[in-house]
C-alpha cells in the first residue's frame, strides 16, 4: 500500500534569530524557533504520522514544550528541533496532507502565544496599552510565521527517496512564492534591531532613570523593541540568560579566581565585589546555568572594561561604584589587568548531508541517522560548556555556540570529533566497500570584540563557516572543499583576518593553531615576523605566471633572508621554515603559486594564532600576579 512523506519547514530562521542585540535575544530567539518546531513535529506524530526527521514517537518526553534551558524533570538540556520536519504515513488524499499541515502550523503559532503571553505579563510596565490588533506580542505570528508543507507518494521502501526528493522540491517551489500582506502600522518609532516593524513600548523621556522593570531586562532609554523583539526580550527568566561578556571574560575571570585562593588581599577584593554587585543591581546569572557558572563570579563582565563604565552609569544607574570597587581594587591597588576584550561566535554544520540521505535511500536508514544526529546534538552543550562557551542552538547537524577566544579551535576539534564518531559508522556499516567520502562537519569560527552587536557576531560566524565549506575560488567538486575550519577575525581597529584549513591534513586546523600559538607565547616566534612577510604580499601589485620558477624561487629566497635575521627570544640560533611551521615548497617546486600559497597560508594562521596569543597572554598575566602578590606579602 502506497504511503505519503511529507516535509514541513518553518521559517523563517536567519532573519528571527540573527535580529539580536542581548544574549538574551539570541539564545530566546533560537529556543522559540525549536519550540515552535517541536510544537509541529508533535502535531504529526499525534495525529498518525510517524516522524523520520526527528525520530522520535507520539509521547516521547522530547516533543513536549520545554520553558527553559533545561526540563525540569531530567534536569538536562531539550533535544534541539530542526526546521525541516519530515515524516511518512500510510496515504491520504491531499485534504487529509493539508490538514495536517494546517494543524502543524496552528501547534507553532501556539507555542508562540504561550511566550509571548509569559512575556507580556513579565513586562507589562514597558507595553504600550492601546496597540493595534495585529501588533499584540500574541498576534504578531500572523504576519511573520512561514508553514510550508510539500509531499508525494511511494510504493516501496526503496522509492522512499526519489518520493522525499519531489516532495524536497515542492517545498522549495513554495518557498518562492512570497505572501504580501497588505501594511497596517502607523508613524511610531521602529525596532531598534532592524528598522521594520513598529515598536510597542511605552514612550520614555531622554535621560530619565531607567525603571526596576527596565533595568532587569536591559531595556535603555533609547532601545526600542517591536513585538517579536519584546518577546525574544522577555519570554524568559533575564537571570537564565549569560551576557556575552561574561563568556568573553571566563578564563580571565578563572585566573583571578585561582590566583585568590593563595592570596588573601585578592580574595577579599573579588568577595568584596560580588556583595557591592549585589548591593547595586549589577545584572547577574543563576548559579548553576551552566556547569562552569558554579561558584564562579556571577555578575555582568561588561563592569571590568572602563571604556563601558560610563555607558553602564546611565543604563543601569550605577553611583559610585566603579571607581571604589573595581578600578581601585583591581588596577589601582592590584594591577590586575584588564580582560580581552574579544569573543568568538562558532557555527557549525554538516556537509554533503543531502547527498547522505540520497545514499541511505529508506527512512529506516534515515531514521538511524536522524537519531545519531540527536546524540550528536545532545552532547553539544557539554563540549561547549567543558570550553567555557555557551551553547545557543544545537539541532540535528546544526551547532551555535558562543566562547571565549581563547577555548574556540579547541571546541571546534571536540565538536568535529564528537560528529564523526556518532555519524560516520552508520555509513561505514552500511556501505562498508563504498568510496564515497562518508557526511563530516565544517566550523566556523567569528571572532569579534563583545560589543558588536550580537546579530553580526552571528553573521559572521555565519560567513566564517561558508568559508570553511567552500573556501576561496574553490571550484564545485574540489576535494578541498568542505570539512574544515574557517576562522575569520574582526578587529575593532585594522584588517579583517581569514584563515581556513582542512581537517584530514597531516596536523588538525586546531593543533596547528595551538602551536603556533605556543611559538608566540614562547618567543620562538617573533611578533612582528608575520607582518614582515604580509608585507611582501601586499608589494604583489600583479602576480607573474604562477608557473614562474624564476620569480616564485626569488621570492623564496627574500623569506629566507628576513627569516635568517630573526633570532628567538634569548638565543643567537637563526630560524627556518620548520621551526615555525612555514611549509615552504623546496627549491625545485618553488613555483609563484606554490610559494604564494605557502606565504599567505601561514600569515593568515599566524595572525589568527596571534590573537589566541594576546587571550592566553592576557590570562597568564592574571596568573602572574597573584604569584606576585602572593611573594611580596607572603599570603
Same mark, same amino acid.
Given at each position: 500500500m502506497?504511503?505519503?512523506?511529507?516535509?514541513v519547514a518553518?521559517?523563517p530562521? +536567519?532573519?528571527?534569530?540573527?535580529?539580536a542585540?542581548r544574549m538574551r535575544d539570541?539564545?530566546?530567539?533560537?529556543?522559540i524557533?525549536?519550540e515552535?518546531?517541536?510544537g509541529?513535529? !508533535?502535531?504529526?506524530?499525534?495525529?498518525?504520522?510517524s #516522524?523520520?526527521?526527528?525520530?522520535? =514517537?507520539a509521547g516521547?518526553?522530547?516533543?513536549s514544550?520545554c520553558?527553559g &534551558?533545561?526540563?525540569?524533570?531530567? *534536569?538536562?538540556?531539550?533535544? *534541539?528541533?530542526?526546521?525541516?520536519i519530515?515524516a511518512?504515513?500510510?496515504?491520504?488524499?491531499?485534504?487529509?496532507?493539508?490538514?495536517?499541515?494546517?494543524?502543524?502550523?496552528?501547534a507553532?503559532a501556539?507555542?508562540w502565544?504561550?511566550?509571548?503571553k509569559?512575556?507580556?505579563g513579565?513586562a $507589562?510596565?514597558?507595553?504600550?496599552h492601546?496597540?493595534?490588533?495585529?501588533e499584540?506580542?500574541?498576534?504578531?505570528i500572523?504576519?511573520?510565521?512561514?508553514?510550508?508543507?510539500?509531499?508525494?507518494t511511494?510504493?516501496?521502501?526503496? @522509492?522512499?527517496?526519489? /518520493?522525499r526528493?519531489?516532495?524536497?522540491?515542492?517545498?522549495? &517551489?513554495r518557498?518562492?512564492?512570497?505572501?504580501f500582506?497588505?501594511?497596517?502600522g502607523?508613524?511610531?518609532?521602529?525596532?531598534?534591531?532592524?528598522?521594520?516593524r513598529?515598536?510597542?513600548l511605552?514612550?520614555?523621556?531622554y535621560g530619565e532613570?531607567?525603571?526596576?522593570l527596565?533595568?532587569?531586562?536591559?531595556l535603555s532609554?533609547?532601545?526600542?523593541?517591536?513585538?517579536i523583539?519584546m518577546?525574544k526580550?522577555?519570554?524568559?527568566?533575564p537571570d537564565?540568560?549569560?551576557?556575552?561578556a561574561r563568556?568573553a571574560? @571566563?578564563?580571565?575571570? $578563572?585566573?583571578l579566581? @585561582? /590566583?585568590?585562593?593563595?592570596h588573601?588581599s585578592?580574595?577579599?577584593a573579588?568577595?568584596?565585589l560580588?556583595a557591592?554587585c549585589?548591593?547595586q543591581?549589577?545584572?547577574?546569572?543563576?548559579?548553576?546555568v551552566?556547569r562552569?557558572?558554579r561558584g564562579a563570579?556571577?555578575y555582568d563582565?561588561?563592569?571590568?572594561?572602563?571604556?563601558?563604565w560610563?555607558a553602564l552609569s546611565k543604563?543601569?544607574?550605577l553611583?559610585?561604584f566603579?571607581?571604589?570597587y573595581? $578600578?581601585?581594587?583591581?588596577r589601582a591597588n #592590584?594591577?590586575?589587568?584588564?580582560?580581552y576584550?574579544?569573543?568568538? !561566535?562558532?557555527?557549525a554544520d554538516?556537509?554533503?548531508?543531502g547527498?547522505a540521505?540520497?545514499?541511505?535511500g529508506?527512512?529506516?536508514?534515515?531514521?538511524?541517522l536522524?537519531?545519531?544526529?540527536?546524540?550528536?546534538?545532545?552532547?553539544v552543550r557539554?563540549?561547549?560548556?567543558e570550553?567555557s562557551?555557551?551553547h545557543?542552538?544545537a539541532?540535528g547537524?546544526d551547532v551555535v555556540?558562543?566562547?571565549p577566544v581563547?577555548?574556540?579551535?579547541n571546541? =571546534?576539534?571536540?565538536?568535529r570529533?564528537?560528529f564523526?564518531?556518532?555519524?560516520?559508522p552508520i555509513? #561505514?556499516?552500511?556501505?562498508?566497500d563504498?568510496?564515497?567520502?562518508p557526511?563530516?562537519?565544517s566550523v566556523?569560527?567569528?571572532?569579534a570584540h563583545?560589543l558588536?552587536p550580537?546579530?553580526n557576531l552571528?553573521?559572521?560566524a555565519r560567513?566564517?563557516?561558508?568559508?570553511?565549506?567552500?573556501g576561496?575560488n574553490?571550484?564545485d567538486?574540489?576535494p578541498?572543499?568542505?570539512n574544515?575550519?574557517?576562522?575569520?577575525?574582526d578587529?575593532?581597529?585594522g584588517?579583517?583576518?581569514k584563515?581556513r584549513a582542512?581537517?584530514?591534513q +597531516?596536523?588538525?586546523?586546531?593543533r596547528?593553531?595551538n602551536?603556533l600559538?605556543?611559538l608566540?607565547?614562547?618567543?620562538?616566534?617573533p611578533? $612582528?615576523l608575520?607582518y614582515?612577510?604580509?608585507?611582501?604580499?601586499?608589494?604583489v601589485?600583479?602576480?607573474?605566471?604562477?608557473r614562474?620558477?624564476i620569480? *616564485?624561487?626569488t621570492?623564496?629566497?627574500?623569506?629566507?633572508?628576513?627569516?635568517?635575521?630573526?633570532?628567538?627570544e634569548g638565543?643567537?640560533?637563526?630560524?627556518?621554515?620548520?621551526?615555525?611551521?612555514l611549509g615552504?615548497p623546496?627549491?625545485?617546486?618553488a613555483?609563484?603559486?606554490?610559494?604564494l600559497?605557502?606565504?599567505?597560508d601561514?600569515?593568515d594562521?599566524a595572525?589568527?594564532?596571534s &590573537?589566541l596569543?594576546?587571550a592566553?597572554?592576557?590570562?597568564?598575566?592574571?596568573?602572574?600576579r597573584?604569584i606576585?602578590?602572593e611573594i +611580596?606579602?607572603?599570603d
Amino acid at each position: 500500500m502506497s504511503r505519503t512523506v511529507l516535509i514541513v519547514a518553518i521559517g523563517p530562521v +536567519q532573519q528571527f534569530i540573527g535580529q539580536a542585540r542581548r544574549m538574551r535575544d539570541l539564545w530566546f530567539g533560537s529556543h522559540i524557533l525549536s519550540e515552535m518546531c517541536r510544537g509541529a513535529a !508533535c502535531s504529526l506524530a499525534e495525529s498518525g504520522w510517524s #516522524l523520520v526527521f526527528p525520530a522520535l =514517537a507520539a509521547g516521547d518526553i522530547e516533543l513536549s514544550r520545554c520553558d527553559g &534551558a533545561i526540563r525540569p524533570k531530567t *534536569g538536562v538540556p531539550p533535544l *534541539g528541533i530542526a526546521n525541516k520536519i519530515v515524516a511518512t504515513r500510510q496515504s491520504g488524499d491531499d485534504v487529509t496532507t493539508t490538514v495536517a499541515v494546517s494543524t502543524a502550523r496552528i501547534a507553532a503559532a501556539n507555542i508562540w502565544k504561550h511566550f509571548a503571553k509569559e512575556a507580556n505579563g513579565r513586562a $507589562k510596565g514597558l507595553i504600550a496599552h492601546q496597540l493595534g490588533a495585529h501588533e499584540s506580542p500574541e498576534a504578531v505570528i500572523e504576519s511573520f510565521l512561514e508553514v510550508i508543507g510539500g509531499w508525494s507518494t511511494y510504493e516501496a521502501d526503496g @522509492e522512499f527517496e526519489s /518520493a522525499r526528493l519531489a516532495a524536497e522540491q515542492a517545498v522549495a &517551489a513554495r518557498k518562492v512564492l512570497r505572501d504580501f500582506r497588505q501594511w497596517q502600522g502607523g508613524p511610531r518609532r521602529k525596532s531598534s534591531l532592524d528598522g521594520q516593524r513598529e515598536s510597542i513600548l511605552v514612550d520614555r523621556k531622554y535621560g530619565e532613570h531607567p525603571s526596576k522593570l527596565a533595568l532587569r531586562f536591559r531595556l535603555s532609554p533609547q532601545e526600542h523593541l517591536d513585538a517579536i523583539g519584546m518577546v525574544k526580550r522577555a519570554g524568559g527568566d533575564p537571570d537564565q540568560f549569560v551576557p556575552i561578556a561574561r563568556v568573553a571574560v @571566563e578564563p580571565w575571570l $578563572k585566573a583571578l579566581d @585561582e /590566583a585568590a585562593t593563595t592570596h588573601r588581599s585578592l580574595d577579599i577584593a573579588l568577595r568584596t565585589l560580588e556583595a557591592e554587585c549585589e548591593k547595586q543591581g549589577v545584572p547577574r546569572c543563576q548559579r548553576g546555568v551552566t556547569r562552569w557558572l558554579r561558584g564562579a563570579f556571577l555578575y555582568d563582565g561588561e563592569i571590568f572594561f572602563e571604556g563601558q563604565w560610563p555607558a553602564l552609569s546611565k543604563e543601569l544607574g550605577l553611583k559610585g561604584f566603579f571607581d571604589p570597587y573595581v $578600578k581601585r581594587l583591581f588596577r589601582a591597588n #592590584l594591577s590586575i589587568p584588564e580582560p580581552y576584550p574579544y569573543v568568538a !561566535c562558532l557555527h557549525a554544520d554538516g556537509d554533503r548531508m543531502g547527498k547522505a540521505l540520497g545514499r541511505l535511500g529508506s527512512a529506516i536508514r534515515q531514521s538511524r541517522l536522524s537519531e545519531a544526529l540527536a546524540k550528536f546534538s545532545q552532547g553539544v552543550r557539554d563540549i561547549v560548556e567543558e570550553h567555557s562557551g555557551l551553547h545557543i542552538y544545537a539541532g540535528g547537524d546544526d551547532v551555535v555556540a558562543i566562547l571565549p577566544v581563547l577555548h574556540a579551535a579547541n571546541c =571546534a576539534e571536540a565538536l568535529r570529533a564528537a560528529f564523526i564518531d556518532v555519524v560516520q559508522p552508520i555509513f #561505514l556499516e552500511t556501505f562498508p566497500d563504498c568510496d564515497d567520502q562518508p557526511p563530516t562537519l565544517s566550523v566556523g569560527i567569528g571572532i569579534a570584540h563583545f560589543l558588536k552587536p550580537l546579530g553580526n557576531l552571528l553573521g559572521l560566524a555565519r560567513e566564517a563557516e561558508s568559508f570553511a565549506k567552500q573556501g576561496e575560488n574553490l571550484a564545485d567538486g574540489d576535494p578541498r572543499q568542505r570539512n574544515a575550519l574557517g576562522v575569520i577575525f574582526d578587529k575593532r581597529s585594522g584588517d579583517t583576518i581569514k584563515w581556513r584549513a582542512q581537517w584530514g591534513q +597531516q596536523q588538525s586546523p586546531g593543533r596547528r593553531l595551538n602551536d603556533l600559538v605556543g611559538l608566540l607565547s614562547d618567543g620562538r616566534l617573533p611578533r $612582528k615576523l608575520p607582518y614582515e612577510i604580509r608585507k611582501i604580499l601586499k608589494d604583489v601589485e600583479q602576480e607573474p605566471d604562477p608557473r614562474d620558477r624564476i620569480v *616564485g624561487r626569488t621570492w623564496r629566497l627574500e623569506v629566507l633572508r628576513i627569516l635568517a635575521r630573526k633570532r628567538p627570544e634569548g638565543t643567537e640560533q637563526r630560524i627556518t621554515p620548520e621551526d615555525i611551521g612555514l611549509g615552504l615548497p623546496s627549491r625545485e617546486d618553488a613555483r609563484v603559486d606554490t610559494v604564494l600559497d605557502a606565504l599567505r597560508d601561514w600569515v593568515d594562521a599566524a595572525m589568527i594564532a596571534s &590573537a589566541l596569543a594576546d587571550a592566553e597572554r592576557n590570562v597568564k598575566n592574571v596568573a602572574a600576579r597573584g604569584i606576585a602578590l602572593e611573594i +611580596q606579602h607572603g599570603d
